[in-house]
């Protein structure tokens, strides 16, 4: 709500997600970094989850499998969305579709597409939606 609520030690300490050394409430985690002016922004659980997730710099040697895979997971980091995915391309970026949402995924991911247990290819996390 634009309150403060505490101070931290530099924004280059904290990720997207994080709960511990903060002081925060147990219903709150940090939801967004604003660097430029070295605040974290706190925010409910629930703000941190995301189905649409946007991939930069991918490396996917077979696009059209990718894309019209049924049975596609993607694999972020730490709590990794359950279910399968939709991918489609557009320009110099990948747009996935999660079927459930993904928690606190955070710009500068990894991110690895899988079909059943042949990794497709993966690129690095762009943004989320």
Sequence with gaps: NGKRIGTHDGCAFYTVGQKRGL?????????AID??????IAGE???????????RA???PDMERLCR?????????????DGF????LERD????????????PAPGQPVVFYERDIVLGGGILAGSG
Excluded: M
Excluded at 23 to 31: E, K, M
Excluded at 35 to 40: D, E, G, P, S, Y
């Design 58 to 60: 991918w490396n996917v």
């Design 69 to 81: 895979s049924r049975e596609l997971r993607v694999v972020i980091r730490g709590r990794n969305p």
């Design 45 to 55: 659980d629930e703000e941190l989850r995301r189905r649409r997730l946007t991939v």
């Design 85 to 88: 995915a939709r991918v489609r």
């Design 35 to 40: 660097a430029a002016r070295n605040r974290l």
């Design 93 to 104: 970026r990948l747009h996935v579709e999660l079927e459930y949402p993904a928690w606190a």
């Design 23 to 31: 002081g925060l409430p147990p219903s709150l985690a940090v939801v």
